[in-house]
């Protein structure tokens, strides 16, 4: 056969905003699981799934011999899951129709579920903006994956940095201002509590965005960590007040159930007929929502409480000792979920510093077998590590090698593999989405 010279050139034939997208980088692609470390860096929960487990995780009401009959039935995994998952939205419903925020109840017309809560932010770029011509508004230092998810959407993106100076709060004002000056302007992303800032947002900043008297558009909120906060705070069942508010809530952190990959998105039903109406027609799997249904069932929440009264033990264990360090300077942010953004100082006595981080990072890691997080490049967050609360044995451990890698930062006797590995690090163009 002749030799044939292709007319493909994957330079011309890619979208260009796809061509130039930055790689991002999830907390796994650092260092990898291999068992023996502890991994206070993807924000997990390190106490297990909220599900009562026997000791080979089968569920059981409190005994191997009593299994919860959880409804999957492996026999039936020829058949597509339930497009719907209506049993589903209703639990989800009922968990957050707390009445602290509205008299009104939402129902399964109120809600999407997804893929985590990913999906839930591509199909909302997909639903509002046009490629190439609209834009979203995010708040940094906050999650990653609304910059990326724009990105691949060929959507612009406008910053209005929260304020470093007031503990990361938001600023209403100036994003009232953006969207008055910038129509094209679609979606407000907001996290809260934030990531990774650990703060809730003050309800009335929020409602003054949403008062906003001439803006046409979305404004979602990203409470993926709403569960480590204190009860009521929770704005989901607010949708049912305002017609342009989504709540994005997802099982991977305080029910520790990230394997699973579930997220929702509550909104208003005309919100919640779009997302639903563009969405794949199988997104949740079987077990998936098997799963998620047995999770949110009353004797299985409680055992997610107590999880997390766990992880706020830990927590304050954490708040209390760090200080203690000589080497770690303030908390920047809040308390309001499962992990703290903490300053690294280049002295004992010094300043926050992004070489003292990363030294830090890169040595708990390499040497010590304890994997956070370098937060430093983040807006406001120069010289920070976020570290999640882990069970007492990893806090315990945790606290033990901090000391000593300071120390011996302190003492100029790190090795010079881990300086060289700390600098490549720092200069790395990879975005950062965890």
């Not at 009922?94 to 999906?119: A, C, M, Q, W, Y």
Request: hydrophobic fraction near 40%; glycine fraction near 8%; proline fraction near 6%.
């Amino acid at each position: 056969m002749a030799p044939f010279k292709s007319a493909f050139d994957l330079q011309l034939c890619a979208r260009p905003n796809i061509l130039s997208l930055q790689p991002y980088k999830c907390a796994r692609d650092d260092y990898k699981d291999d068992g023996t470390n502890v991994l206070l860096d993807a924000n997990e929960n390190a106490y297990g799934p909220g599900l009562m487990l026997g000791e080979i995780g089968r569920l059981s009401h409190g005994s191997d011999s009593e299994p919860t009959g959880l409804k999957f039935d492996l026999l039936g995994l020829h058949r597509y899951p339930d497009p719907h998952q209506s049993e589903l939205k209703e639990l989800l419903c009922k968990l957050r129709n707390t009445s602290v925020h509205t008299s009104r109840k939402i129902g399964p017309p109120n809600l999407f579920v997804g893929v985590g809560s990913d999906e839930a932010i591509d199909a909302l770029l997909r639903c509002f903006c046009r490629p190439g011509v609209d834009k979203i508004l995010t708040c940094p230092p906050t999650y990653g994956m609304y910059k990326v998810s724009a990105q691949v959407n060929d959507i612009g993106v406008v910053e209005v940095p929260l304020d470093a100076s007031n503990s990361f709060a938001l600023r209403p004002d100036a994003v009232n201002a953006a969207l008055t000056n910038d129509p094209s302007i679609k979606i407000v992303y907001i996290c809260s509590p934030g990531n990774p800032t650990a703060n809730l947002i003050d309800k009335n900043s929020l409602q003054k965005i949403l008062e906003h008297p001439t803006w046409n558009g979305v404004i979602v909120l990203d409470e993926a960590y709403i569960d480590f906060a204190p009860e009521g705070a929770s704005l989901a069942e607010w949708v049912a007040e305002w017609p342009n508010l989504v709540v994005m809530q997802t099982l991977s952190k305080a029910f520790g159930l990230a394997g699973i990959r579930l997220g929702a998105a509550f909104t208003s039903p005309p919100i919640a007929m779009l997302l639903n109406n563009l969405k794949a027609p199988y997104n949740i799997s079987s077990p998936t929502s098997a799963i998620a249904i047995a999770a949110l069932q009353a004797e299985n929440l409680k055992i997610m409480k107590r999880n997390r009264q766990s992880i706020l033990t830990q927590k304050q264990r954490l708040i209390e000792e760090l200080p203690k360090v000589p080497g770690v300077g303030r908390f920047l942010g809040g308390t309001d979920s499962n992990f703290l953004l903490v300053e690294i100082l280049d002295a004992p006595d010094g300043e926050p510093s992004n070489k003292a981080a990363l030294l830090v990072y890169e040595t708990l890691a390499e040497q010590k077998g304890v994997v956070v997080r370098f937060r430093g490049k983040e807006t406001g967050c120069s010289g920070c590590l976020r570290i999640t609360v882990g069970t007492k044995e990893e806090v315990d451990k945790f606290l033990e090698q901090l000391r000593s890698v300071l120390a011996g930062i302190y003492q100029g006797s790190i090795d010079q593999s881990v300086v060289a590995a700390a600098k490549s690090k720092e200069s790395s163009n990879a975005q950062d989405v965890s």
